[in-house]
């Protein structure tokens, strides 16, 4: 059974910064990427950033140059470090991770506030 553990989410102030994790287990598939969406109320979920096994990233416009996503991929954990966070920021983050041969998996989300 696939389990996906965040970790790290919490209140901030603005400008401040967070750091996200999320640890994949339990498949015996390959990972063929993992990333993070958010959603905050009232809004659709959007991707944040995303990293492929291959190494390529894919951020949403409106965290380049703040967040950076990394992995270990021997230890299928992905990281998010959130910089210089903005009220706008404020989310629940779930993490995703896409399994060659599977359906996609979603972490149970974790709660960043950041306040002005």
């Known amino acids: 059974q696939v389990q996906l553990v965040e970790s790290g989410g919490g209140l901030v102030q603005a400008g401040g910064s967070l750091r996200l994790s999320c640890a994949a287990s339990g498949s015996i598939f390959s990972i063929d990427a993992m990333g993070w969406y958010r959603q905050a109320p009232g809004k659709q979920r959007e991707l944040v950033a995303q990293r492929t096994t291959g190494g390529t990233t894919n951020y949403a416009d409106s965290v380049k140059g703040r967040f950076t996503i990394s992995r270990d991929n021997a230890k299928n954990t992905v990281y998010l470090q959130m910089n210089s966070l903005k009220p706008e920021d404020t989310a629940v983050y779930y993490c995703?991770?896409?399994?060659?041969?599977?359906?996609?998996?979603w972490g149970q989300g974790t709660q960043v506030t950041v306040s002005s």
């Open positions: 995703n991770v896409i399994y060659y041969g599977l359906a996609p998996r």
